[in-house]
Nanobody
């Protein structure tokens, strides 16, 4: 019953911005930590960012720190990823990931993903 639907991806130029969204349903969204992960060609699934259930703490992979911002709106059951200063290396399929508890980002469920392509 858990559903995670990503949106907001697309084609962007280097230096541009995108805002990804994840609409969650089928569970009490506000009780779970959430993450974003991505998969680029030739690479495995890479953890990108995580946020605690209340949004009180956020964490980022070194590769995206300072450019990506994770946030959530528990009233709307929605997770966001604001991506600024896009680089070609950010090209990947981005997944919204449900954690296992308030502070545990361990992968439980993930959506179908939204494609981000960065090219000139």
């Amino acid at each position: 019953q858990v559903q995670l639907v990503e949106s907001g991806g697309g084609l962007a130029q280097p230096g541009g911005s995108l805002r990804l969204s994840c609409a969650a349903s089928g569970f009490t969204f506000s009780n779970y930590a959430m993450s974003w992960a991505r998969q680029a060609p030739g690479k495995g699934l890479e953890w990108v960012s995580g946020i605690y259930s209340t949004g009180s703490a956020t964490y980022y992979a070194d590769s995206v720190k300072g450019r990506f911002t994770i946030s959530r709106d528990n009233a709307k059951n929605t997770l966001y990823l604001q991506i600024d200063s896009l680089k070609p290396e950010d090209t990947a399929l981005y997944y919204c990931v449900k954690g296992r508890g308030y502070y545990d980002w361990g992968y439980d469920y993930w959506g179908q993903g939204t494609q981000v392509t960065v090219s000139s």
